[in-house]
Every structure is written in structure tokens, then in C-alpha cells.
């Protein structure tokens, strides 16, 4: 295990993008803040989730396909090598589960040429929102960086992580034991619970027609949660033409609109909000434990964060066991 001390991060960052493109947590000067670039804001490793959709880094909001100019395919460069810190325990479990979703039947190379291409670096520790502690993730990534409330403990779990960190000093026995007394695991989550517990009910048939209903009734299609969610992964393709040129794009999609599964003949088999929301909670909840053996929401809060009108997993899971366990 290593240390970075604060004077020493400007100085690492800095020999990384010799052969990286860093994408880090930045404050936008709007006080948002995202993974980036350092030119678009200040570093700002401590704050917990980001916000935004972390998985983006290789499933972005819009992908060109395919180009054509004058009858002629245009080659695609390839993507230079990313550095990307930022993600949470919660948003690694997000991308692990992205990974086999890509993965399956046929292996998406647009997402894995970026994946592949990539050193992931995890924040953890003293660096939640106002200090909280965010536990160790232990794994699932090349990098692991730790706030112990004055320096970062930084542990490599690749072979790159461990070439990335070489030149940093080692960190003091004393320091390594602290971070394991602070880590021991803590009793369940209880988030985790009502999740568990909302699945169980939606897969028992428990959760009647009206209670989407009500909740549809909630939802304005502002689609804030799909855009945010690290494990939403629908898109639809969009074809721009111009004189000599057409590009054809991928694009994020968004469950809670009316056309996301509108048919061309005008048949919509999700044609009201109560059917919309029902799927985007059942889809998590329900559909992907059956298909992937595991609940596809890993608890990071996003979307319960931007839905203006209370309706995010969490909160639609609450009001779940609460009503019909
Ligand atoms: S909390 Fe919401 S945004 Fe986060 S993984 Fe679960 S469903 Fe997605
Ligand atoms: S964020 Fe809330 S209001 Fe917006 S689309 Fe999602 S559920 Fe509907």
C-alpha cells in the first residue's frame, strides 16, 4: 500500500496524463459535480457519488456507429487510454454488471473497445458527502484510494495499478492497520433491506396494477433517473444525413417515454405511465434477479437525487413494503 499525501496529488495527476487521458471528480463552476476533465472544472475528490451516470465513460450518451462520406466508410480512431477516478463501491458493482450485460449473446465492441482501454481508480473512505465514510471496495478495480481524514491510502489491484503507483512512498504499517479496523464490515445496510424486501414482493405478484397507477401518475417523463443510473444501458439509433455525409449514432434511451417502445404499425405495449414506471422498477427489481441471479440496482442513490417528484427506486420500494408486505 502506498501513500499520496495533498501536496503530492497535482504532482501524480500530472505524470499520469503524460500517458493518460484523466477523467476526474471536477466542480463545474454551476457547483456541479462530475467526472471530467480538469479543464472543464477544479478537482474535487472528496463528496461522494458523482453525479451523472459513471458508467458513461464507455457507454456515452451518444456513440457514432458508423460514418459515411461520399460512399466511403470513415475509419474510427481509437479511443486513447482513460484514467477515470471516481467511482464508488456501489458504482464498481454498477459496472461489473454492465460488463456481463455488454458481454452477453454478442459482445458489444463499441463499449469494450473504451472498457478495455481504461484504469479505473475507486474512492473511498473519509471522502463521502460531508465527510462520511465510504467503506473499502476491495477490488473491481486497478486502483483504490483511500482518505484516512489527512492522506490518501492508495492500493493497487492490477498489474497497471501497481506500475501507475510504484514511484509513490510506501504507507506506514500503523496507517495500514487503522484503514482495516475502520473497514470491518458493519451490520446490513438497511437500504439494502427495503430493496430486497421490494423485490421479493414484486416477485411474488404482490404489487397490484393501481399502485403504478398512483406512482405513473407522479412521473412527468423528465427521464432524470435512466439518464442517471449506472446500470440503465437501453439506447436507441439515430441517423444524422447532410449532403455527402450520414452518421449513424447509438443513443441513451429512456423507459418513462412514450415512444420508447412505441411500434411502428402504433401499437405501444408501454403506452401509459403506470406501465412505464411498473417496468423501470420491476426491470430492476424483478426481470434482472430472474435473467442475472442479482437486483441491478446497487443502492448509489442517483435516482432517488434527481427525481423531482419523490419516485426514485428507493423511495418507490419504501412505499412498497410498506403498503403490500
Ligand atoms: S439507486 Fe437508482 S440510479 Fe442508482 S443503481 Fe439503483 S436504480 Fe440506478
Ligand atoms: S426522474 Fe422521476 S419524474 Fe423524471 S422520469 Fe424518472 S421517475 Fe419520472
Redesign the pocket.
Known amino acids: 500500500m502506498k501513500l499520496l499525501t495533498p501536496e503530492l496529488l497535482d504532482a501524480f495527476f500530472a505524470t499520469l496524463s503524460q500517458r493518460w487521458e484523466l477523467r476526474l471528480p471536477i466542480l463545474l463552476p454551476d457547483g456541479t459535480r462530475i467526472i471530467g476533465s480538469l479543464i472543464d472544472g477544479r478537482l474535487a475528490l472528496h463528496g461522494g457519488a458523482v453525479s451523472g451516470k459513471p458508467t458513461a465513460a464507455f457507454f456515452p450518451q451518444q456513440s457514432t456507429l458508423l460514418s459515411v462520406t461520399d460512399g466511403t466508410v470513415e475509419e474510427t480512431p481509437s479511443p486513447p487510454p482513460l484514467f477515470i477516478v471516481g467511482f464508488t463501491p ?1 458504482d464498481l458493482a ?1 459496472l461489473r454488471f454492465i460488463d456481463r450485460f455488454f458481454a452477453d449473446g454478442w459482445r458489444d465492441d463499441l463499449y469494450f473497445t473504451l472498457r478495455e482501454n481504461a484504469a479505473i481508480a475507486a474512492l473511498s473512505g473519509y471522502c463521502g458527502l460531508g465527510g462520511a465514510l465510504i467503506p473499502l471496495a476491495g477490488g473491481d478495480c486497478d486502483l483504490e484510494f483511500f482518505w484516512d481524514r489527512s492522506s490518501w491510502l492508495v492500493i493497487a489491484y492490477s498489474e497497471t495499478g501497481k506500475k501507475l503507483i510504484e514511484d509513490l512512498p510506501d504507507a506506514a504499517r500503523t496507517e495500514v492497520v487503522e484503514l482495516l479496523r475502520q473497514t470491518t464490515p458493519s451490520l446490513p445496510d438497511e437500504n439494502e433491506t427495503v430493496i430486497r424486501a421490494a423485490s421479493l414482493l414484486l416477485r411474488a405478484d404482490r404489487v397490484p396494477d393501481s399502485f403504478w397507477a398512483e406512482i405513473g401518475d407522479r412521473c412527468i417523463a423528465c427521464t432524470g ?1 435512466n439518464l ?5 444501458t437501453c439506447f436507441g439509433v439515430q441517423d444524422w444525413r447532410s449532403a455527402n455525409k450520414t452518421e449513424r449514432s447509438r443513443m441513451w434511451d429512456s423507459c418513462q417515454l412514450d415512444g420508447f417502445m412505441r411500434e411502428a404499425g402504433g401499437h405501444n405495449p408501454l403506452g401509459s405511465e403506470a406501465e412505464r414506471t411498473r417496468r423501470r422498477i420491476h426491470h ?1 427489481l424483478a426481470a434482472d434477479p430472474q435473467k442475472w441471479g442479482e437486483i ?9 437525487a434527481v427525481c423531482p417528484t419523490g419516485i ?3 423511495a418507490v420500494a419504501g412505499e412498497i413494503v410498506a403498503r403490500f408486505a
Open positions: 456501489s454498477s433517473c442517471a443510473c449506472p446500470t440503465c430492476k441491478s440496482c446497487f443502492l448509489c442513490g442517483r435516482c432517488d426514485g427506486i428507493l
